[in-house]
């Protein structure tokens, strides 16, 4: 089993920044690819970016590409996602998630477990 508690959201300026964490606690944390999806209000859950367990690889979606960074530390067993030049469209839930068996794709189904979410809410 994996836990998964994200913190971090909040209301902010077009422009601005925000950085997100998700702090992680089971047997198979460590070893877990882990990854951010989020949710606009009407629209699906989207892929926003993927790291694997050792932090080595990362995948990001083409929206934030440039914009977010996505990254982990193991020994705080916490991830990040640092948000940068926040655009009104980035307004969403956003949701943390891990797969033990090491999927890092923009399939949310394919994730094992998900945080409950914060809200991340850009002004114009």
């Known amino acids: 089993q994996v836990q998964l508690v994200e913190f971090g959201g909040g209301l902010v300026q077009a422009g601005h920044s925000l950085r997100l964490s998700c702090a992680a606690s089971?047997?198979?944390?460590?070893?877990?690819?882990t990854a951010w999806f989020r949710q606009a209000t009407g629209k699906e859950r989207d892929f926003v970016a993927a790291?694997?367990?050792?932090?080595?690889?990362?995948h990001y979606a083409d929206s934030v590409k440039g914009r977010f960074t996505i990254s982990r530390d193991n020994a705080q067993n916490t991830m990040y996602l640092q948000m940068n030049s926040l655009k009104p469209e980035d307004t969403a839930v956003y949701y943390c998630?891990?797969?033990?068996?090491?999927?890092?794709?923009?399939?949310?189904?394919?994730?094992?477990?998900w945080g409950q979410g914060t809200q991340v809410t850009v002004a114009s």
């Open positions: 998630v891990a797969s033990p068996s090491g999927y890092m794709g923009p399939i949310y189904g394919a994730y094992n477990y």
């Open positions: 089971g047997r198979m944390v460590s070893t877990s690819t």
């Open positions: 790291i694997t367990w050792d932090g080595v690889n990362t």
